[in-house]
């Protein structure tokens, strides 16, 4: 941290904005430079509530210097906060990002803080906080994308997006179950104990996929044998994601047959949702880079009015 | 324990004998007066791996009047402990209980421990720990029985029984993915701190119920929309039972679909899936007393050669 705090100085080389993302495990805080380069990422512990305090304490040292310097935070939480940041969701059917950001109050005077408002779905009742986020950063690049977003996570989100707007959208915990699965539950003893990595063993991972989209019914009892499968807790981890995966694509069929599929995450979880969905006969594209560092600063250009 | 200890005398009139229900949470260990009463339950952390070590250290202030006094446990694990005790799993079809129990070598002398040992079966391959007790509890007060048990908790068992033998079996994990979802995942934002007792809402419950079992597919987004299903906190929790019990009953369907089904446990959770399944046409009966302490007396009779 003390690296990049050396380039703020008289010399007027400093952060231009700096872009937060709040997720539930942990806030990730991006100091950008005027090129959009990121100077520096600090992040704290996630899951409180009283997110304004915690950005302002992220940076503090940066609050003497910031009078102008924006900090624009998505995916911020709402309980424990009545009408604070983050609170008004917007309604669909809406663009991801509302044309005009409102700076939060009864915040540090000195934290110039704008909150990215989530999405909220009235059939069935669901609210984004922090996808929005990263479907405008993919829109950025791909203004005329008509069809299905997957955003796998710890809660992955399905969106369906046409004339640039979100249309619908439906959520799993898929990501999440899978941590308490392997880490928390009776499985534990027969999995490696790192607990991640499910994509170490292929031909697990797909008999697993087309056994549960074969039996969806089945997930609870197929969920309970794993403790019995073989003895290669590789496969058994790997057996663990497909079912979990499968199970979300069964939950989200409407959403990927027959469509125009884009998976939007990086690394080998959003390569697994693509070998999944190539399984049943859909070539979907990944888009690999940092949507959330995208989506932010396309918030920062509306922010100057571009 | 200090009370119970004080019946431990020169007069005789002491414990006859210690049953010991070893699970994933917890080891409770009963010591049973020569008339069958249970005159003290001691309990430590489970989840370890050296089992005899613990049982001798729960009962350390009885071993010295060991000598005969047997202590006879179920649900032991076998992990860590190469041959260890339990490790004999009896294969199926079987009854629950062996017409021999061994005793477990290699720990401290005075501990006359035997070990029950679990079931294991072949297709699909799994393995029950503890449920094999619990089962034979419930046949030494219904040996004719004929049918399936449903043995809710952490893990649920649905056993099929014939003529005294467990034919078949099968398991899944919904109480402890009703733990994990209600205190450790995202959803417990949204529902009651204590996070236990779903059944305070009985109309939540029972739609959740009919809704996973017309579409057990959906299991996954149907949690993950828990997040926005009303305001009522009890409610959801209610909803999130429904769905986990629901989605064992679809999984487990030809289980207990025109069975002769019994429900073996106490309290408002037996009752829950007694109503769940009721709400399928099947009148299942409940055995609510503790059928794990009757199955170690069954054991203790075997061992007296009864």
Redesign the interface.
């Given at each position: 941290m003390a690296k990049a705090a050396d380039g703020i100085g008289p010399d007027g080389i400093g952060p231009d904005w700096i872009g937060v993302d709040w997720q539930?495990a942990r806030v990730c805080a991006h100091v950008i430079g005027p090129d959009g380069a990121v100077l520096e990422t600090r992040t704290a512990p996630g899951g409180g509530t009283a997110a304004p305090a915690v950005i302002a304490d992220l940076l503090k040292d940066l609050l003497p210097h910031a009078g102008s310097l924006p900090v624009i935070a998505c995916g911020l939480p709402t309980?424990g906060v009545p009408g604070g940041a983050g609170a008004a969701l917007r309604p669909l059917p809406c663009p991801p990002l509302p044309a005009v950001l409102h700076r939060v109050t009864g915040t540090d005077p000195r934290l110039a803080l704008y909150a990215i408002p989530g999405l909220r779905?009235d059939r069935?009742?669901?609210?984004l906080r922090g996808p929005e986020t990263r479907i405008a950063g993919f829109l950025a690049g791909a203004p005329d994308f008509d069809g299905v977003l997957c955003l796998p996570g710890?809660?992955s989100t399905w969106a369906r997006i046409s004339a640039g707007e979100v249309v619908t959208f439906?959520?799993?915990?898929?990501g999440?179950?899978f941590d308490?699965?392997a880490h928390?539950?009776?499985?534990r003893?027969g999995l490696p104990p790192d607990g991640h990595d499910g994509g170490q063993d292929p031909e697990a991972f797909k008999s697993a996929l087309a056994d549960i989209l074969s039996r969806?019914?089945?997930?609870?009892?197929?969920?309970?044998?794993l403790?019995?499968?073989?003895t290669h807790k590789r496969a058994r981890l790997s057996r663990l994601s497909g079912l979990?995966i499968g199970?979300?694509l069964?939950?989200?069929?409407p959403w990927w047959l027959g469509q125009s599929v884009a998976v939007i995450g990086g690394g080998d979880l959003a390569q697994r949702y693509a070998d999944a969905l190539a399984a049943q006969g859909v070539q979907a594209t990944i888009s690999g880079a940092n949507m959330t560092l995208a989506g932010l600063a396309r918030a920062r250009a509306l922010l100057r009015g571009a």
């Open positions: 539930e309980f779905q069935p009742v669901d609210e710890p809660i439906t959520t799993t915990l898929t999440e179950m308490l699965l928390r539950s009776s499985l003893h969806p019914e089945r997930l609870a009892t197929m969920l309970c044998a403790r019995g499968v073989g979990l199970a979300e069964a939950a989200t069929r």
